[in-house]
């Protein structure tokens, strides 16, 4: 029996994947969450084999919350569940430690099956993530520049295009604000980009934030 902990702040969506797991023979949800937090406190209780989580959440964005949870539980596989699209986060967010990128859209059964892959200590990529990850080893792809930030700069340029201050980040990442400064340089040299309104703009567009 394959133990998972669902994480999404719509309770709707919670218990609409906990019912169609519920159905699989092999499946079991043992723990719920709304937020980050909650993430890192069901990875914490050690019963589970599978995390599902979404990216977008109140507290923290998903990429810092994969962030914490491989951080202290590194053979935990998380499986990313999100409205977003996988070319916008899938293949920086494998990168950086999930086992799997799903839509939302997707049929219900593969999010089974990714389980299934996941927990196997194995990667679920869909066919398009494969493509985008040869491209990228190919050199031939013309992905986004944002693509090419490290896991900390993305964190950064993620809060900064939400309205955070240098010093509010500083802050919540228990960084100096000096450091915080020098990741913000190096994500705008890297976006070519000059002001905090541009990074916001530019996650607009490319549907990094809602």
Known sequence: MIRIG??????????????FLGEQVDLRVTGEAADGAGALQLARGGELDVL????????????????????????????????????????????????????KECDPMEIAEAIRTVARGRRYITPAVAEMLADQVTGDSDR??????????????LHLAQGQTVGQLADSMCLSVKTVSTYRTRVLEKLKLKTNSDLTYYALKNGLIQ
């Open 6 to 19: 669902i994480v999404d702040d719509h309770a709707v969506v919670r218990a609409g994947l906990k019912q």
């Open 52 to 103: 599902v989580m979404d990216l977008a959440m109140p507290d923290q964005s998903g990429v810092d919350a994969l962030a914490a949870i491989k951080a202290r539980f590194p053979e935990l596989p998380v499986l990313i569940l999100s409205g977003y699209p996988e070319t916008h986060y899938a293949t920086t967010l494998l990168k950086q430690g999930a086992s799997g990128y799903l839509n």
């Open 144 to 157: 986004p520049p944002h693509e090419a930030l490290s896991e900390r700069e993305l964190q950064v340029f």
